[in-house]
């Protein structure tokens, strides 16, 4: 269900319970300023998502609230990603669903990294 990316963030989400270790994950990555991890219902041979550690509901959130470390050191985190992951070269696609009409249903930042096929083009319907 789609969430108000404009709500205050809530720490019972899903992925604050993976970053307390509550829940667990398939780690990818993990630095002072992210945590990457597998997707558990895949959209292409690759799905990694990568979030930051801390409280931010969305990418508007984070871009105003963060610091600049934090930022840079998330940044950073993804382009690290697809790196180990052996993406670059064949290519891949960065996806961030921000708020009800994109349907992000998580209230925790979060990058889609894809992977692993060709993806084709992006359709807007």
């Keep these: 269900m789609p969430i108000d990316a ?7 989400n899903i992925f604050a319970k993976i970053l307390r270790g509550e829940i667990p994950c398939k780690k990818v990555f993990e630095d002072d ?23 931010y509901v969305s990418w508007d959130d984070f871009s105003g609230k963060a610091s600049d470390a934090e930022i840079a050191g998330f940044v950073r985190a993804v382009g ?5 992951l052996g993406l670059v070269e064949p290519g ?3 996806l961030a669903n921000i708020g009800m009409d994109s349907h992000q249903e998580v209230p925790h930042l979060h990058v889609h990294v894809f992977g692993g096929k060709p ?3 992006m359709l807007m319907r």
């Excluded at 992210?34 to 990694?48: G, K, Y």
């Excluded at 690290?80 to 180990?84: I, K, L, T």
């Design 6 to 12: 404009t709500l205050p963030y809530d720490d019972q």
């Design 33 to 55: 300023w992210a945590l990457a991890f597998h997707d558990i219902n895949p959209q292409a041979p690759t799905h990694v998502l990568v979030i930051p550690k801390g409280a």
């Design 80 to 84: 690290q990603v697809s790196r180990a």
């Design 92 to 94: 891949y696609r960065l």
């Design 119 to 121: 993806l084709g083009p």
